[in-house]
């Protein structure tokens, strides 16, 4: 593969007259791990989900692997793109194993017994193996965000969007959801995030994307930003957190 | 209870008064009993001609009816409860022109009295026809279970309606999310827990159908009222008769309820975190509800 696998091309985005996001350009490399940090209101969320057009776009392009988003079939983008969302959305009228199963048996079509026993490796490597059975209410938040991580692994996804997954958590259960996505990165799956955890953003990113205004203001790698970053902005962001 | 006593002890004012507030609810709720209970037994003492309530001929008339009902109430519950499904989802179609004819439709027979429509449908419909025409020679029972699918069709959409505004928005985000198309979505993800949302509501309504019937003496349905009114008229004797439509009634409305009770039993998922806000007593001084926040 030549260029980079998702590729945030001059977006534009408006909700009515408010515009959210002024042309932004966000390049991610196969296998490589982009965190999107800055305060709240300044796009970041909004930029994952256009990237599987939760939102649509007014201007700009966005590319998986070299393929407009926008022009493709979206129920078939959707499928290489995972996402989890702050707020879980686990489907809480079925087990963890079936919330997990759901999308490969009834879009992929994968035979029930397939797509189940996939489904029971994924609880596994998310640790949660003996809660397999569980529904999503019986479940802690940590748990329960696992459990989202895998559903959204079961589509064997391209890339993985995480928008501020760890959040809506106590702070006893942020590790281990954190822990699962550094696996991940271990494993080499190409992933963005969004995220106020600026410790995890140091250690898990390869590259620092911070925002403010809908602007891009700084996108460098990791290491350096945290040590000198090199905008105004990034250095005032920063200050206001150490 | 022992919460109470420290509560006590602290010189809570208002606690008092929660409890004055409690005693007077349980004085006024006993004498509303003994009230009632006395009216009743006078009544069923007096009044009830007890020869004539358990007399053969009678108690046939009434079974007739009781099962005639019991007929019409399943094929319209059924019919109806399946129209709602069609009336709610086309209430949050993305189309317009359907989201419009499911709104107006909704309208119209919420707005007319059910007794209107059992107008419209039994002595208008056959209008239509010329004299003689009309393929239905009994077009009473016929035209109830019309009327009251139509009716209730509209009660049960909306209350499906409101049990999917219900669902987050979050759960037809990450079923869309997963690639899942937004008809797929719906019955995978949103529908399940939209009825479940609904069930009370639809429960409800469907208890109204049951009495709704009664409606039908008007078109000449042979039905528990018409039943009544016969011996009435007859008999000069209301009471008699009357003890029997109250128990019939209750026997099918209180079976009802069981049904839609052990239907919202099976489908409450173990979730702690969805109990649907269960008000304690005025006594209870810190409510379990304060977690839901």
């Known amino acids: 593969m030549t260029g980079p696998l998702v590729e945030f091309d001059g977006v534009d985005k408006s909700f009515g007259d408010t515009q959210v996001l002024y042309d932004v350009d966000v390049d991610v490399d196969e296998g490589e791990v982009v965190v999107v940090i800055g305060p709240s209101g300044s796009g970041k969320s909004t930029l994952l989900r256009c990237a599987n057009r939760l939102e649509e776009i007014q201007g700009g392009d966005i590319r998986l692997d070299g393929r407009s988003v926008i022009e493709t079939d979206v129920n078939e983008i959707r499928q290489q793109i995972g996402m989890v969302f702050q707020s879980f959305n686990l489907f809480p009228h079925k087990t963890a194993l079936e919330n997990v199963a759901l999308a490969p048996e009834k879009v992929k079509g994968e035979p029930e017994g397939e797509a189940k026993r996939a489904a029971s490796d994924l609880l596994d490597q998310v640790g949660l193996a003996d809660q397999a059975e569980s529904h999503p209410g019986a479940l802690s938040g940590g748990q329960q965000q696992r459990v989202a991580i895998a559903r959204a692994l079961a589509m064997e996804p391209r890339v993985m969007l995480f928008d501020e997954v760890t959040s809506a958590l106590d702070p006893e259960l942020v590790g281990e959801v954190l822990d699962v996505i550094e696996g991940l990165a271990a494993d080499g799956m190409t992933m963005v995030l969004v995220t106020h955890e600026m410790g995890f953003a140091r250690e898990v990113g390869d590259r620092i994307v911070l925002m403010a205004d809908g602007r891009v203001v700084e996108r460098t790698e990791t290491r350096s930003f945290f040590d000198e970053p090199s905008t105004d902005r990034g250095q005032q962001f920063l200050s206001r957190l150490l | 209870m022992a919460t109470q006593t420290e509560s006590e002890s602290s010189g809570g004012g208002v606690l008092m008064r929660d409890r004055l507030v409690k005693r007077v609810g349980e ?126 069709g509209a009660y049960v959409g909306e209350a499906i309606r409101g049990g999917i505004d219900a669902v987050p928005n979050g759960q037809m985000e990450a079923a869309r999310s997963l690639g899942m198309s937004r008809v797929m979505a719906l019955r995978q993800v949103v529908l399940p827990q939209a009825w479940r949302n609904a069930l009370a509501a639809i429960g409800n309504d469907q208890i109204i159908l049951v009495k709704d019937t009664s409606l039908l003496t008007v078109i000449a349905v042979p039905e528990i009222m018409s039943v009544f009114r016969n011996i009435n008229s007859n008999q000069l004797d209301p009471w008699t008769p009357l003890v029997w439509v109250c128990v019939l009634y209750l026997a099918i409305t209180m079976s009802m309820s069981q049904l839609v009770n052990g239907l919202e039993r099976r489908s409450d998922w173990g979730s702690d975190s969805r109990m649907f806000g269960r008000l304690s007593g005025l006594g209870s001084g810190d409510d379990d509800g304060g977690e839901e926040a």
């Open chain 2, 27 to 152: 004085v006024a709720a006993g004498g509303f009993v003994l009230a009632i209970g006395g009216l009743l037994a006078w009544i069923l003492s007096t009044q009830v001609d007890y020869s004539l309530l358990a007399s053969p001929l009678i108690a046939r008339r009434f079974a007739e009816a009781f099962f005639l009902v019991i007929q019409i109430v399943v094929i319209s519950s059924l019919l109806s409860v399946s129209l709602g499904v069609l009336v709610g989802l086309g209430r949050i179609s993305t189309s317009n022109v359907t989201g419009r004819i499911a709104k107006g439709y909704v309208e119209f027979f919420r707005g007319t009295p059910l007794l209107f429509q059992l107008f419209v449908i039994y002595f208008g419909v056959p209008r239509l026809w010329a004299t003689g025409e009309f393929p239905f020679t009994d077009w009473a029972i016929p035209a109830a279970i019309i009327g009251l699918t139509l009716n209730h």
